[in-house]
Structures are given as C-alpha cells and as structure tokens.
C-alpha cells in the first residue's frame, strides 16, 4: 500500500508540472522574457515568422511544414480583393508604366528629330539667340527699361514713408501710388510701340519684370495700409500691436521688425528679389544657405535653358516657318494637321519651362536669399478640374490673386462667381498685355484664351470627373497653346510677309 501511495503522488506532481508547463506557454510574455518562452525552447516555430515565410513561399525556420496547415493552405487559394488597376484597390505604385511613357515618348520623338535633321540639318546657333534680344550690340532699349524700374520702387518706399510718419494722408498716398501703379504698366508699353529697336523677345522680357514689380508693389502698398489700420486700432486699446510678434514668438536670435521699421531699402530690395508676388513683414527664413542644393539648382538652369534654346532653333522654328501660309488658303483638314504638328514640341517646351522656371530658377532665388517658403506650384498635374489646375500650377499668382484681388471683392460684397470671373479677367488682360505689345498688333487671342476657361471650367466641373476630369484639362492644355500660337503667327504674317509676297 505504501508503494502504491507513493506511485500516485508521483504521478500528482508530474500532472501539476504539465499543466503548469502547458499554463505559461499559454500566457503572454514581455519583451524581456521573450528568450525564456518555453514554446521557443522546444524549438516550436513562431506563428508570426511561420505565417510571414508561408506568404514569401519560405520554408520555417527549424522545422518542416504541417502536414495539417499544408492541406488547408492547398484547400484554400482565394481571397476577396480588387485588381491593381482598379481604384478601388488603393495601389499607387506605377513606376514601371511611368517609366514605359517616357521610352515611348523619347522612341516617338527621336525619329521626328531624326527627320528634322535630315531635312534641315544643324539649325542651333547661339548668336541667333542674342539677336533675338538686339537689334543693335551698342543698343540694349530692354534693358534700360529693366534699369528704370528702380524708379517706380523708389517711389513706392518714399510714399510708404510718408505715409507712416504723417506727411501724406491716406488719401494722397492712394492717389501716389495709383499713378505709380498706372504708370508702370503704360510707360513700358509705349516705349516698346514707340522705339522700332525693341525686339519683341527684349519687349516680352521687360514688360514681365514691370508686370512682376506691378504685382509686387500692389502687394507692398496693401501690407503697409494693413499695417496702419491695426496700428491704428491697437493703439486705441492700448496694447501692443500685432503687426510685430511678441517677444515669446521670436526664434533663436532672429531678428524681426515692426511697422513702420520694415521701410527700409534693404527690407524693400529683398522683397523685390525674393521669389514670391505677397509682402510681409518678416518672411519666413531658412536656417543657411545648402551649397550642394544650390549648385544643383544652377545646373540645371544653364542646362535646361541651352535645351530650351537647342529645341527652339531645330524644331520649333521650322514648323513655325512652314506655318507662315495664310489659314485662310487652306482647308480645315491641313490646318488641323498644322495645329498637331505644333502641339508636341509646343507642350514638351512649356513643360521643359515650368520645370526650368518654377523648379530650378526660383529655388536657386529661395536658397541664395535664404527664402523658407519654397511652394512655387503643387500637384496641378494631378488636376481633375480646369479650377484646380489654375489654382495650383503657379502658386505665387495664385496667392496674390487670393489675397489682393479676389478676398477684397469677397469683402465688398460681389458673389463668388463674379469674383472668380473678375479674377481670369485681369489674367486674361495681363495675357494679352505680355503677348500683343511686343508683338505690336492687337488680337486678342491670349485674353479670349483666358476668358474661354470659365465655360471650360463649367463644363468640365459639370460633366467630366476623375481620370476624365484630368483628360480634359490636359487636352486643353496640349491644344490650346499651340493654337493661340498658331493664331498669332498667322496674322504675324499677314501684317509683315503677305504684301511682300503679293
């Protein structure tokens, strides 16, 4: 009996010892104890790595595959999922058909390049460059205009002055700088209708630097009213103004400035250099300036702008050439194989220069002034609507249009569309004043371009959406240039080339 008492309290412990066993390998470990599990000291296999290499078609490590989860992986093969072309799938990687559009579009243009050289050989010749821009070496009529614009800035600083200390009412200094503003855009104008010696190319150059210093001190003069207005209304409360942050707000040595201590040549200039239409106060700055970010920026300048000049000379002036026919003595079909012939080497320049302009050119401007904000343009690529790309493809025009055009008429009480509406207007004028001025002839073809975006925006918002949304928008983009291009070099032609050939 004493035996059997003793057999069966063996047998107790080692029923407890099991069970015990069984119990912690059941129970979740930490971190720390992860080693000391006993399922990993019998080598028993992780079911996370198990499952993980069954999915990669690995073998587990330290052990063969179950007979049991063997057959019920082959009893089982499908599962509910969308395909990778389908939106619904919420696959976004399409390097590989990225990557076969640019071969394609590289393969297809190569033998139209090919042909060109064939057909009138070697056309690139820098010299022909410079003389787009003079007529005359011991002339440069462009660049003197560029030179007296620091006129109408001086006189901008001048107004602003007087106007903080006093000497100038609001309503004087509203009257200085509408003629300043007013004569900035017609002095420039009159001097490229006037002087024969101002090549187009030279005129189309100094009259978007005015255009550009017009946006700036329309920008510079409403920031400084701003300014007085909240000075004005901060000094009836008697607290501080909020035109300068307080002293928890500056950064790590920054230095900020307060109206009116921003009026300065200094403070001016940087406004005028940096790459943005919108004055402040204090812009943001970066910490210093990347010589390697700024290096690359300066490459790709030179290198585009010598592509930009290459494709000009061998395929863009050639097709233009041929074109000089008159629309009216052809057919429609000719004419829409003209318009074709010019769109591809038209859109792949204009987005060689988007590229060139907004990407290269401003960012090296931002690196060398040490300017934070770098959002020159967002996705418009990805544009579903004709709103959204207009929105987005030039983001500096885009804020000053927002903020000094279109919310005053919001504020004055005009409705959305009709500010919307008043927005693509002055766009359109502006068009129009950049292309037929120094052109010399009035077509209005840039400025109906313009005004056609609004029933194009309609529409478009109205009836196309998603993927055929961003069609749309990118078809209007590939034709509609090349044909208001088309438009100008045919009445170019009538105006200077059709009676020399009668």
Request: glycine fraction near 4%; charged fraction near 20%.
């Amino acid at each position: 009996m004493g035996d059997l008492n003793s057999a069966e309290t063996i047998t107790r412990k080692r029923r407890s010892t099991l069970s015990s066993a069984k119990g912690s390998s059941l129970q979740p470990l930490s971190d720390s104890h992860a080693a000391a599990s006993p399922r990993q000291s019998l080598g028993d296999p992780n079911p996370e790595d198990e499952s993980r290499d069954r999915r990669e078609g690995n073998k587990p490590k330290g052990d063969k595959w179950r007979p049991k989860n063997d057959i019920s992986a082959r009893l089982s093969c499908h599962k509910t999922q969308q395909s990778l072309l389908s939106s619904a799938s919420g696959y976004s990687n399409y390097r590989g058909v990225l990557n076969w559009c640019v071969v394609m579009l590289v393969l297809s243009n190569a033998r139209l390049f090919l042909e060109n050289l064939l057909k009138y050989g070697v056309l690139v010749d820098p010299v022909q460059v410079v003389s787009l821009f003079l007529k005359d070496p011991y002339s440069w009529p462009a660049a003197c205009l560029v030179i007296v614009s620091n006129v109408f800035i001086v006189v901008a600083l001048y107004t602003e002055r007087q106007l903080s200390k006093g000497s100038f009412s609001e309503r004087v200094g509203f009257l200085v700088h509408f003629v300043n503003l007013a004569v900035m855009l017609t002095f420039p104008a009159a001097v490229v209708l006037v002087l024969p010696s101002v090549t187009p190319v030279g005129g189309a150059f100094a009259l978007g630097i005015y255009t550009i210093l017009f946006l700036k001190l329309y920008s510079y003069k409403d920031v400084n009213l701003w300014c007085r207005e909240l000075s004005t209304v901060k000094a009836r409360k008697l607290v501080r103004s909020l035109s300068c942050p307080t002293p928890h707000h500056f950064h790590r040595g920054e230095h900020k400035v307060c109206y009116p201590g921003n009026l300065t040549i200094r403070d001016m200039y940087y406004f005028v250099f940096a790459p943005t239409l919108c004055y402040e106060l204090n812009f943001p700055r970066s910490p210093e300036i990347r010589m390697s970010f700024l290096l690359r920026r300066l490459f790709e300048m030179f290198f585009f702008i010598q592509v930009l000049v290459g494709l000009t000379q061998q395929w863009m002036i050639p097709i233009i050439q041929s074109s000089m026919k008159p629309l009216e003595d052809m057919d429609l079909s000719r004419m829409t194989e003209r318009l074709l012939r010019l769109a591809v080497p038209n859109h792949l320049l204009w987005l060689m220069f988007f590229y060139w302009f907004f990407h290269s050119s401003m960012n090296f401007t931002a690196e060398l002034l040490r300017f934070g904000d770098r959002q020159f343009y967002k996705d418009w690529w990805n544009s579903e609507s004709v709103t959204y790309f207009w929105q987005n493809w030039n983001i500096p025009v885009h804020k000053w249009c927002l903020r000094h055009f279109y919310k005053p008429l919001l504020r004055k009480g005009f409705s959305k569309i009709a500010s919307q509406s008043a927005v693509f207007f002055l766009s359109a004028f502006f068009h129009e004043y950049l292309v037929s001025v120094p052109l010399r002839m009035f077509r209005l073809w840039a400025f109906t371009g313009m005004m056609a975006q609004l029933p194009l925006a309609w529409f478009v918002g109205r009836f196309l959406r998603g993927n055929y949304g961003n069609a749309a928008v990118w078809i209007s983009i590939i034709i509609g240039q090349p044909f208001a291009v088309l438009m100008y070099v045919h009445d170019y032609y009538v105006m200077h080339y059709k009676q020399e050939d009668v």
